[in-house]
């Protein structure tokens, strides 16, 4: 009940803001009879009325994980955009072996397979792809080693 | 006979050394894809579209490489319903009712093979019926204006949103989600920016391939830390593997009308495989009666769901080539794929790139008897497979996605939205959100838009010329019963649950 209510407020919210902003998009001098503006209201209008139907008939809440789940959840997502940041200036090597140790950290909570299960991943991963399959990762930070 | 040479062209292209080569790996990996559990046709292509694109292959081959992991992981995802209960993805989850109950008779070898052999003749089925339906569906869309490809994109959408999913208004949201985020960038009319925010990265849009990578496999990574990898253990142990001849001439008028059924439901635009593979099941087991024992381990409960899956996967081309209407979420996939290539579905290819077609048709049953061949075999080894713990394989495919997204573009900034698209699959499946609809809006609503506005061109600014053909009123009619009538079917229609131990 909450969870679509809550849901259902927060689409509600991001349509209203949606066709705000489509009202605010710049037109040309060269105007077709419907122009860029209609199309985006029309879905924004269509997303706040499913949005309102949902707020007045919500499903069953789903099971949501529990507090310590949540944890690790935020957790793998603070490492996949640390990862996403760390790609480019720290090469290739080093942060899929930490990323990929500590996700599979959090799906089986044991160390040591898991910093194995990172090692192996990135250097695998390097191999197949830089010399199997010719991508042009970079596998350290620029300036060392090289 | 057009055919005839049509598909003479076909094989000169399939049967090259290189292109059977790409086949056969496309095979190869499609089954293991498909047998993974957390990795399904969808997302298992959607990872392996961008590396397919780095490296550089032409349209031609890279169709016949992702089109053989398409039908591979069609036949792979029987492995882990049978095995360990658990459906690769979702069109497999009816062939758990009959297939994990036989493998616990002791029979896990025959349910393999025999489902093997459905999947075998509904792929085929399915693809002579494409090869022949396809030109003639490719003649009748060239009527169609913007009128009717308006309403068309409609009906995709509704039937989606009405047929696949629990609750319409979700479904709503999930296509609005999908179009408002196609909207994002440049108008291609007036050359100007829209809804970015005036910030630059988004002023190109955003990245379908980004969106598809985060929302089928990203979000994968959650649920498996969710549910702390407890979904790999092994269930069943596979005896001895021989073929189950008795079974398999026993089932052969189940497979055959599976086939036409999951073809038919294929075709329908938003309905696939999933479809396809529950009214197969569904009325096999109305025509065995009560005493049939479907759901207690019999031969055609396991040939029923396989053969109208299959099939269903090969009926969901036809809509997706001629129209660039795909019928499920791998198609749209699929369809991505195509759009990344600079290949434009719809009737003027089968005139344009007929080499393109044709190569793909005679691919697609080479890639079938390949499969068959592969997967009587090499079952072993596949099942072996099905060892590689979560803890080692969801991290893989993170990386995987990672490399594959940042190959295409090199920009942090698509790695970020990756990211966030991720977790809002997440929430969005957590919430029964379907996020299949979200892909298509994001590949559509170009299209769509495009289309409204160009036919408001054409009629100068009048509405009414939406409705101006019986074609484009037969789309409106279809997309409103579809949307609307399972509200009221819903009773009727109920998917049967899992069995459980």
């Not at chain 1, 849901?7 to 803001?17: I, P, R």
């Not at chain 2, 056969?24 to 047998?35: K, R, S």
């Not at chain 2, 792929?123 to 002579?128: V, W």
Request: charge should be neutral; glycine fraction near 12%; hydrophobic fraction near 55%.
């Amino acid at each position: 009940m909450a969870s679509d209510r809550l849901f259902g407020l927060v689409v509600l919210m991001t349509a209203l803001a949606y066709i705000a902003s489509a009202t605010q998009i710049q037109t040309s001098f060269l105007q077709d009879p419907v122009g860029p503006k209609a199309f985006p209201m029309l879905v924004g209008a269509v997303a706040a009325i499913s949005a309102l139907v949902m707020i007045i008939k919500p499903d069953p809440n789903p099971q949501w994980p529990n507090l310590k789940t949540f944890g690790a959840l935020l957790i793998a997502l603070l490492v996949l955009v640390g990862y996403a940041y760390a790609l480019k200036p720290f090469g290739f090597l080093l942060p899929t072996a930490v990323t990929a140790a500590i996700l599979s950290y959090q799906i089986s909570p044991r160390a040591v397979p898991a910093i194995l299960t990172g090692l192996g991943l990135s250097i695998g991963l390097f191999v197949l792809f830089k010399y199997a399959l010719k991508l042009g990762l970079v596998p350290f930070p620029k300036g060392i080693f090289t | 006979m057009d055919i005839i040479s049509n598909l003479a062209l076909g094989f000169s292209i399939a049967l090259s050394p290189y292109t059977l080569m790409l086949a056969i790996v496309g095979c190869f990996l499609g089954t293991i894809i498909g047998a993974l559990p957390g990795l399904g046709p969808s997302n298992g292509v959607a990872i392996l579209i961008p590396i397919t694109f780095t490296l550089g292959l032409d349209a031609t081959s890279a169709l016949v490489l992702m089109t053989s992991v398409y039908y591979g992981a069609m036949y792979g995802g029987r492995i882990s319903s049978i095995l360990l209960n658990i459906p690769g993805d979702e069109p497999a989850l009816m062939t758990t009712l009959d297939g994990y109950p036989m493998a616990k008779q002791g029979r896990a070898g025959d349910a393999l093979v025999l489902s093997g052999v459905a999947s075998f003749v509904g792929a085929f089925l399915a693809t002579i019926g494409l090869l022949l339906l396809a030109p003639l569906l490719a003649r009748v869309a060239y009527l169609f204006g913007p009128a009717e490809y308006f309403a068309l994109y409609l009906l995709a959408f509704c039937t989606l949103g009405g047929v696949a999913s629990n609750n319409q208004a979700k479904a709503a949201i999930a296509s609005c989600i999908g179009l408002g985020i196609a909207m994002i960038g440049v108008d291609d009319n007036s050359g100007l920016p829209r809804l970015t925010g005036g910030n630059m990265h988004l002023a190109d849009g955003i990245d379908f391939l980004v969106a598809i990578v985060g929302l089928f496999a990203i979000a994968e990574v959650f649920f498996f830390i969710e549910g702390h990898g407890k979904n790999s253990s092994i269930g069943v142990k596979l005896e001895k593997v021989k073929v189950p001849w008795k079974d398999i001439w026993h089932t052969r008028w189940t497979m055959l009308r599976c086939s036409l059924l999951g073809f038919i439901a294929g075709i329908l635009p938003g309905a696939g495989a999933s479809l396809g593979s529950f009214l197969a099941y569904m009325s096999e087991k109305s025509i065995s009666g009560k005493d049939g024992g479907f759901g207690t381990g019999v031969a055609k409960g396991v040939a029923a769901p396989e053969a109208g899956n299959n099939a269903a996967a090969g009926g969901a081309l036809v809509p997706m080539l001629t129209l660039g209407v795909p019928g499920s979420g791998t198609t749209a996939v699929l369809l991505a794929l195509l759009m990344t290539l600079n290949i434009t579905p719809g009737p003027t290819l089968f005139t344009d790139r007929p080499e393109v077609v044709w190569g793909l048709i005679a691919s697609l049953l080479i890639a079938n008897v390949v499969l068959l061949l592969m997967n009587v075999p090499l079952v072993r080894f596949f099942v072996r497979i099905l060892m590689v713990p979560a803890w080692i394989l969801l991290p893989g495919v993170t990386m995987i996605s990672f490399v594959g997204i940042y190959s295409l573009s090199g920009s942090y900034f698509d790695l970020l939205l990756m990211v966030a698209f991720g977790a809002l699959g997440y929430v969005l499946r957590k919430l029964d959100v379907p996020t299949v609809p979200v892909i298509l809006g994001i590949l559509l609503g170009g299209h769509m838009e495009d289309a409204l506005r160009r036919a408001m061109v054409l009629s100068d600014g009048e509405i009414m010329y939406l409705w101006s053909s019986p074609i484009a009123i037969g789309f409106w009619i279809a997309a409103i019963l579809g949307f609307v009538a399972p509200m009221f079917l819903r009773g009727v229609l109920t998917k049967p649950q899992r069995v459980s131990d």
